[in-house]
């Protein structure tokens, strides 16, 4: 549960996470350590107990969990935030990366775990959440 994202199955999985992984948090880190690491653990977490708890057994690896989690948070935050530019940012990440929200959608194919997506999903979303919640009792 806790390791499974610092894992992958071959090359081309790393690399198919990667170039999101780095845009969505280096954009997430702009924001700051506290924002990033509290966005990075809720979708973290949130991948990992959607596995646990709805997963269809076996073995789960990869961090598109976290991809998911990342781009979640950002699609999110603005609105809670009721900031606009943060708005424009999501608008302008949904136009760019808006197709990998397919792969929270169960599918045939037994090698994709739309659980991880979800759970990361919600995690980000929480997260999103979370961080509104802190901010407003300044």
Do not use: K
């Not at 969505?24 to 506290?34: A, C, D, E, N, T």
């Not at 929270?104 to 090698?111: R, V």
């Amino acid at each position: 549960m806790f390791t499974f994202p610092l894992l992958h199955a071959n090359l081309n999985h790393v690399l198919s996470n990667a170039l999101p992984l780095i845009v969505f948090g280096f954009l997430v880190f702009l924001s700051g350590i506290r924002v990033f690491l509290t966005a990075v653990a809720c979708s973290w977490l949130g991948s990992g107990l959607a596995v646990w708890l709805i997963g269809a057994g076996g073995v789960t690896v990869g961090s598109s969990g976290l991809v998911f989690g990342l781009f979640a948070f950002l699609l999110v935050r603005g609105f809670f935030n009721r900031s606009w530019w943060q708005i424009l940012l999501s608008v302008v990440l949904f136009l760019a990366y808006g197709s990998i929200l397919f792969g929270i959608i169960p599918n045939m194919a037994g090698y994709v775990s739309w659980q991880a997506h979800v759970g990361g999903a919600a995690g980000g979303v929480l997260a999103a959440v979370v961080l509104r919640a802190r901010a407003s009792r300044r």
